[in-house]
């Protein structure tokens, strides 16, 4: 049992409404995931198969036996979703998650231009078999989405089906919610969060300034994704005051 002699911030238990770390895994092998998992369960509410790993993986059945294991659901990255679309395999794709028994799975257009309505009438498709993910945003640095196409594109996902929007920030933090050096695009976030529930959102945020500033901005309770690894049990401390750039927030002078 872990220590309990500090007055730290409410973190309810898994599974959890609010609050969420997303990871990422890029291609962690089953024994990686396993010690992972050991280590930092308790931290992980959804661990996305980022960059279309799944397809390539060897032991996959075992990585997601593994995350079974430890009660961590698995949801499919949004870049398989737009190739099986582009090549009108979509019945295939959802034979393939039924047999990996994975019933999460992104819908995004970050790299396949697919038009709004198609994307819509995918989720659509998908919600009544599969918790859809929603992806909203733009991967190109210097594609600056107004804020008020954020919060209509974010309410149409919701309104077909979707049940959380992932709000882009790429991998590597450069895009989306953020300037091409990492910034927040503060008032694109606050318009987002006046307009939407917030329990329905997860920031993208692989980077550490990233997860401070929006922990700072509305509680240990945000929603947070693509996170890396290895920053699982860092994110965690920094939701609980447990490091000096929160500690303040938390916990007083």
């Known amino acids: 049992m872990p220590p309990d002699f500090l007055p730290l911030p409410d973190r309810p238990p898994k599974p959890r409404a609010t609050g969420l770390t997303h990871v990422i895994d890029t291609g962690l092998s ?16 959804t661990v996305r198969l980022g960059w279309g790993s799944a397809y390539v993986t060897a032991d996959l059945e075992a990585k997601l036996d593994a995350y079974r294991l430890h009660d961590v659901p698995v949801l499919l990255g949004g870049t398989l ?18 047999e990996l028994r994975i019933e999460r799975v992104e819908v995004s257009s970050g790299v396949v231009p697919i038009p709004e309505a198609d994307k819509l009438a995918l989720i659509e498709r998908l919600a009544p078999r599969f918790t859809v993910y929603a992806e909203v945003g733009e991967k190109d640095p210097d594609a600056l989405m107004a804020p008020y196409r954020w919060v209509a594109l974010i309410r149409d996902a919701l309104e077909a089906g979707a049940s959380m929007v992932v709000c882009e920030g790429r991998a590597t933090g450069t895009a989306g919610l953020y300037r091409r050096d990492g910034e927040p695009r503060t008032g694109l ?12 959102l997860i920031f993208e945020a692989p980077r550490k300034d990233q997860q401070v500033w929006l922990i700072e901005r509305f509680g240990s309770d945000v929603n947070l994704g693509n996170v890396p690894p290895s920053e699982i049990l860092s ?10 750039d929160t500690l303040e927030r938390f916990h007083g002078a």
């Open 30 to 45: 089953a024994s990686e995931v396993d010690g992972l998992l050991r280590q930092a369960a308790d931290h992980i509410d």
């Open 189 to 200: 976030i606050d318009e987002i969060v006046h307009e939407h529930d917030r329990s329905k």
């Open 235 to 244: 994110l965690e401390a920094l939701r609980l005051g447990l490091r000096a």
């Open 81 to 98: 979703t737009e190739l099986a679309w582009r090549y009108t395999r979509i019945d295939e794709l959802c034979d393939w998650l039924d």
